[in-house]
C-alpha cells in the first residue's frame, strides 16, 4: 500500500503517518511535508523519486504528473487500465491525504499583496484530491485532520470500508468547492465587484437542529466561515438550540449592535423586540427593556452588549426566557441561569465578516445585498420643523432612531430616556404601526406624554403625526422623502412637535 501526503495543516499528520508506517504502508511526500515527517524519524519517498521529475517552478509543478494521477485514477477493477499503468511503469497509489494553500487565511491578512494570495491558490493539491476521490472505491482520500484517526482505525483493523471511503470522497468536493469559491469571490473584490455574475457561496454544516420553523420541517445551520457570525458562540448551558432560537439571536444581537460598548439590552419575540433599552449596566438595561411590554416578554431571547453579572442573572431567573447571548458571563452568573435547564446561555460576540453580503432566499432565486449600515450619525440630520428638539428630546431621537432600526417594517417606536415604551411592529400602514406602538404603551402603563417617537420609513400622510400628536409625542425623527413632506411638516408645527428629517431609511422586511 502506497501513501501520498502532502499538506499545508500539519496538525495530527505525524502520529497518522507513524500509524501507517507501522502498517508497512510506503510514503511518499512532497517539499515541507516530507521534511517534517523525516524530522519525525520516518522514511519518506520525495515525490520526484516517484515522476522521475523535479519539483519546478517555485513549488508550482511537483505532483501534476500522469505518474501520480495514473496512479490514482486506474481502476483496480479493469485490467486495461493495469496493463496500462503497469506497461508504463506506474505504481498504485491507494491513500492520499493533502489539504490545501492556507488561500482563505492568506486573502484575509490585513494589507496583504495581491501576487502573496495568488501564489495561494494551489493548483496540484485540488487535483490530486479529485482524483483520488472519483476512485473512491480504490483510493482513501483524505482532506480533514480531523478523520485521520477514523481511517487508521480501519486501516489497522485490515477493514475495507467503502461506505467511508465514499464519504470521504463527498467532503473532498464540497471541500474543493468551497476553496473555489473563495478565489472566485476574491478575483471579483479586487475589481470592486460586490455583485460577480456568478455568485459561488460555500457554508459548512454547523449542526443540525431538530426541525425547522415547524417540527414538520427538517432543519440545519450552516455558516458561511467558521468561528465568526453566530457560529462563534458558545453555549454554556441549556438544551440545544432551535431554528427559531437561531433566527431570534439574530436580531436580538441587530438590536444591541447599534449601541456599542454602551450597557444595552434587547428582549426579542419572533426575531422583532418588544423592549429594548440602555442603562448604567446590564441590570438597569435589562429592567428597562421588560418594562416595556412584561407580557410579551415571556418566552423571549435577550441579548446584552455588556457581561451578565450576578444582580443581572437573578432578575433573569424569574422570567422563563429561551435564551440569553452576552459577549461573557460572571462564573456565578452562569451558575444561577444554569438552574433553568431548559434556558439557553450564549456567549461570545457574533460578528459579521468583513465587508459581509446580506441574503435573502426567495423562491428559484437569491436575493442579496450590502448589510444595513449603521443608522446616520446626528450631525446629519436635518431639524425641518418650526421648533428644535431639546437636548433630552435628542438623545432619545437619537435612542429612537437606533432602536428602529432593528424592528420590522412598518416599524414605530416610542422612546423615553433610553428605553422603548411602545414598539408597532410589522403593520401594513404607518398609521396602525403608530397606533399599535401607542396602544402597548398606554396598555401597560406607559405615560406617552413627552416621548420621541422614531419611524423607519417617511410619512406618508398627516395622520401618523396626529395621531402621536393626540398621544403626546413631542418629538419625531423619521427619513423624509415623502411627496406629502410639506403636509407632515406643517402637522408637525401645528402640533408643535420638534421633527428631524435622517435622508436614510431603515426597513426591514
Same mark, same amino acid.
Given at each position: 500500500?502506497?501513501?501520498?501526503?502532502?499538506?499545508?495543516?500539519?496538525? !495530527?499528520?505525524?502520529?497518522?503517518?507513524?500509524?501507517?508506517?507501522?502498517?508497512?504502508v510506503?510514503?511518499?511526500?512532497?517539499g515541507?511535508?516530507?521534511?517534517?515527517?523525516r524530522?519525525?524519524?520516518?522514511?519518506?519517498?520525495?515525490?520526484s523519486?516517484i515522476? !522521475?521529475?523535479?519539483?519546478?517552478?517555485?513549488?508550482?509543478?511537483k505532483?501534476?504528473?500522469?505518474?501520480?494521477? &495514473?496512479?490514482?485514477?486506474?481502476r483496480?477493477?479493469?485490467?486495461?487500465?493495469?496493463e496500462?499503468?503497469?506497461?508504463?511503469?506506474?505504481?498504485?497509489?491507494?491513500?492520499?491525504?493533502?489539504?490545501?494553500y492556507?488561500?482563505r487565511?492568506?486573502?484575509?491578512?490585513?494589507?496583504?499583496?495581491?501576487e502573496?494570495?495568488?501564489?495561494?491558490?494551489?493548483?496540484?493539491?485540488?487535483s490530486?484530491?479529485?482524483s483520488?476521490?472519483?476512485?473512491?472505491?480504490?483510493v482513501w482520500?483524505?482532506?480533514? $485532520?480531523?478523520?485521520?484517526?477514523?481511517?487508521?482505525?480501519?486501516?489497522?483493523?485490515?477493514?475495507d470500508?467503502?461506505?467511508?471511503?465514499?464519504l470521504?470522497?463527498?467532503k473532498?468536493?464540497?471541500?474543493?468547492?468551497a476553496?473555489?469559491?473563495?478565489?472566485?469571490t476574491w478575483?471579483?473584490?479586487q475589481?470592486?465587484?460586490?455583485?460577480?455574475?456568478?455568485? $459561488?457561496l460555500? @457554508?459548512e454544516?454547523?449542526?443540525?437542529?431538530r426541525y425547522?420553523?415547524?417540527?414538520q420541517?427538517?432543519?440545519?445551520?450552516?455558516? +458561511?466561515k $467558521?468561528?465568526?457570525g453566530? &457560529?462563534a458562540?458558545?453555549?454554556?448551558g441549556g438544551?440545544?438550540?432551535?431554528?427559531?432560537?437561531?433566527?431570534?439571536?439574530?436580531?436580538?444581537?441587530?438590536?444591541?449592535?447599534?449601541?456599542g460598548?454602551?450597557?444595552?439590552?434587547?428582549?426579542?419575540k419572533?426575531?422583532?423586540?418588544c423592549?429594548?433599552?440602555?442603562?448604567?449596566?446590564?441590570l438597569?438595561?435589562y429592567?428597562?427593556?421588560?418594562?416595556?411590554?412584561?407580557?410579551?416578554?415571556?418566552?423571549?431571547?435577550?441579548?446584552?452588549s455588556?457581561?451578565v *453579572?450576578?444582580?443581572?442573572? +437573578?432578575?433573569?431567573?424569574?422570567? @422563563?426566557v429561551?435564551?440569553?447571548?452576552?459577549?461573557? @458571563?460572571?462564573?456565578?452568573?452562569?451558575?444561577?441561569l444554569?438552574r433553568?435547564?431548559?434556558l439557553?446561555v450564549?456567549? &461570545?460576540?457574533?460578528?459579521?465578516?468583513?465587508?459581509g453580503?446580506?441574503?435573502?432566499?426567495?423562491?428559484?432565486?437569491?436575493? #442579496?445585498?450590502?448589510?444595513?449600515?449603521?443608522?446616520?450619525?446626528?450631525?446629519?440630520?436635518?431639524?425641518?420643523?418650526?421648533?428644535?428638539?431639546?437636548?433630552?428630546?435628542q438623545?432619545?431621537?437619537l435612542?429612537?432612531?437606533?432602536s428602529?432600526a432593528?424592528v420590522?417594517?412598518?416599524?414605530?417606536?416610542?422612546?423615553?430616556?433610553?428605553?422603548?415604551?411602545?414598539?408597532?411592529? &410589522?403593520q401594513?400602514?404607518? #398609521? *396602525?404601526?403608530?397606533?399599535?406602538?401607542?396602544?402597548?404603551?398606554?396598555?401597560? !402603563?406607559h *405615560?406617552?406624554?413627552?416621548?420621541?417617537?422614531?419611524?423607519?420609513? @417617511?410619512?406618508?400622510?398627516r395622520?401618523?403625526?396626529?395621531?402621536?400628536?393626540?398621544a403626546?409625542?413631542?418629538?419625531?425623527?423619521?427619513?423624509?422623502?415623502s411627496?406629502?413632506? +410639506? +403636509?407632515?411638516?406643517?402637522?408637525?408645527?401645528?402640533? !408643535?412637535?420638534?421633527?428631524v428629517?435622517t435622508?436614510?431609511r431603515?426597513?426591514?422586511?
Amino acid at each position: 500500500m502506497r501513501a501520498l501526503l502532502s499538506v499545508s495543516d500539519k496538525s !495530527g499528520l505525524v502520529p497518522f503517518a507513524q500509524g501507517l508506517a507501522a502498517k508497512g504502508v510506503e510514503l511518499v511526500s512532497t517539499g515541507g511535508t516530507a521534511r517534517t515527517l523525516r524530522e519525525a524519524g520516518l522514511a519518506v519517498k520525495d515525490i520526484s523519486e516517484i515522476t !522521475g521529475f523535479p519539483e519546478m517552478l517555485d513549488g508550482r509543478v511537483k505532483t501534476l504528473h500522469p505518474v501520480v494521477h &495514473g496512479g490514482l485514477l486506474a481502476r483496480r477493477d479493469l485490467p486495461e487500465h493495469m496493463e496500462a499503468i503497469k506497461a508504463h511503469n506506474i505504481g498504485t497509489i491507494d491513500l492520499v491525504v493533502v489539504n490545501l494553500y492556507p488561500f482563505r487565511q492568506t486573502a484575509a491578512k490585513p494589507g496583504v499583496h495581491p501576487e502573496e494570495v495568488i501564489e495561494n491558490i494551489d493548483i496540484g493539491g485540488p487535483s490530486m484530491l479529485r482524483s483520488a476521490a472519483k476512485n473512491f472505491e480504490s483510493v482513501w482520500v483524505i482532506v480533514d $485532520p480531523s478523520d485521520y484517526t477514523t481511517v487508521l482505525d480501519i486501516v489497522n483493523a485490515g477493514g475495507d470500508d467503502l461506505a467511508f471511503r465514499r464519504l470521504l470522497a463527498e467532503k473532498v468536493y464540497a471541500h474543493t468547492s468551497a476553496y473555489d469559491s473563495a478565489i472566485a469571490t476574491w478575483f471579483a473584490q479586487q475589481r470592486g465587484e460586490p455583485f460577480p455574475p456568478t455568485l $459561488p457561496l460555500a @457554508f459548512e454544516k454547523q449542526q443540525s437542529l431538530r426541525y425547522g420553523e415547524n417540527p414538520q420541517q427538517r432543519a440545519a445551520f450552516y455558516v +458561511e466561515k $467558521p468561528g465568526a457570525g453566530l &457560529g462563534a458562540l458558545v453555549q454554556k448551558g441549556g438544551k440545544e438550540l432551535s431554528f427559531n432560537n437561531l433566527l431570534d439571536l439574530e436580531g436580538a444581537l441587530l438590536a444591541i449592535e447599534p449601541f456599542g460598548a454602551q450597557p444595552a439590552c434587547a428582549i426579542i419575540k419572533h426575531t422583532t423586540p418588544c423592549g429594548l433599552a440602555t442603562g448604567s449596566d446590564a441590570l438597569d438595561a435589562y429592567k428597562k427593556a421588560l418594562a416595556c411590554d412584561p407580557v410579551s416578554a415571556f418566552g423571549s431571547v435577550i441579548a446584552f452588549s455588556v457581561p451578565v *453579572d450576578i444582580a443581572a442573572a +437573578e432578575a433573569i431567573s424569574s422570567l @422563563f426566557v429561551e435564551c440569553i447571548v452576552a459577549p461573557s @458571563f460572571a462564573e456565578e452568573a452562569v451558575e444561577i441561569l444554569g438552574r433553568k435547564k431548559n434556558l439557553r446561555v450564549l456567549e &461570545g460576540k457574533a460578528s459579521w465578516p468583513a465587508h459581509g453580503m446580506d441574503y435573502k432566499r426567495v423562491r428559484g432565486g437569491l436575493l #442579496v445585498q450590502d448589510r444595513a449600515p449603521s443608522p446616520t450619525d446626528p450631525q446629519q440630520w436635518n431639524v425641518v420643523s418650526s421648533r428644535q428638539p431639546t437636548p433630552e428630546e435628542q438623545r432619545d431621537l437619537l435612542f429612537a432612531w437606533k432602536s428602529v432600526a432593528s424592528v420590522k417594517s412598518n416599524a414605530i417606536v416610542l422612546a423615553r430616556n433610553g428605553a422603548t415604551i411602545g414598539i408597532g411592529a &410589522g403593520q401594513m400602514s404607518r #398609521v *396602525d404601526a403608530s397606533f399599535v406602538a401607542v396602544h402597548k404603551a398606554t396598555t401597560l !402603563g406607559h *405615560d406617552t406624554k413627552g416621548a420621541s417617537l422614531g419611524s423607519d420609513a @417617511f410619512f406618508p400622510f398627516r395622520d401618523g403625526i396626529d395621531q402621536a400628536a393626540a398621544a403626546g409625542v413631542t418629538a419625531i425623527v423619521q427619513p423624509g422623502g415623502s411627496v406629502r413632506d +410639506e +403636509e407632515v411638516i406643517a402637522a408637525a408645527n401645528e402640533h !408643535g412637535i420638534a421633527m428631524v428629517f435622517t435622508g436614510e431609511r431603515l426597513f426591514r422586511h
